[in-house]
Nanobody, 117 residues
Framework: QVQLAESGGGLVQAGGSLRLSCSASGSDITNINMGWLRQVPGKQREPVAG???????AYADHVQGRFTISRDNAKKMVYLEMNDLKPEDTGVYYC???????????WGQGTQVTVSS
């Protein structure tokens, strides 16, 4: 079973940048699809970005061109570089691993991102 720990969130002004990090432990992540979800109060978690074991990436439309997901399998790390942040990017960001069917099955405690206008 993999354990995930997110870090790097914080308060930033609109137009600013943040880099989220996700540290994985307990299992080798080399062949595991991973990604980031976001949750805002009162709503379900929604996918933000995903990355396959061989680093094929996918993004939600509202972050395409602004966010970049990457991974370092040797370090068991996944990153989310977020640029040109907007107030609507505010939320708790969770790193996740996905099952072979692409469904998130493990995630961490999350890291808060707040973008002020």
């Amino acid at each position: 079973q993999v354990q995930l720990a997110e870090s790097g969130g914080g308060l930033v002004q609109a137009g600013g940048s943040l880099r989220l990090s996700c540290s994985a432990s307990g299992s080798d992540i080399t062949n595991i699809n991973m990604g980031w979800l976001r949750q805002v109060p009162g709503k379900q978690r929604e996918p933000v970005a995903g990355i396959t074991g061989d680093s094929i990436t996918a993004y939600a439309d509202h972050v395409q061109g602004r966010f970049t997901i990457s991974r370092d399998n040797a370090k068991k790390m996944v990153y989310l570089e977020m640029n040109d942040l907007k107030p609507e990017d505010t939320g708790v960001y969770y790193c996740y691993t996905a099952s072979s069917a692409g469904i998130p099955n493990y995630w961490g405690q999350g890291t808060q991102v707040t973008v002020s206008s």
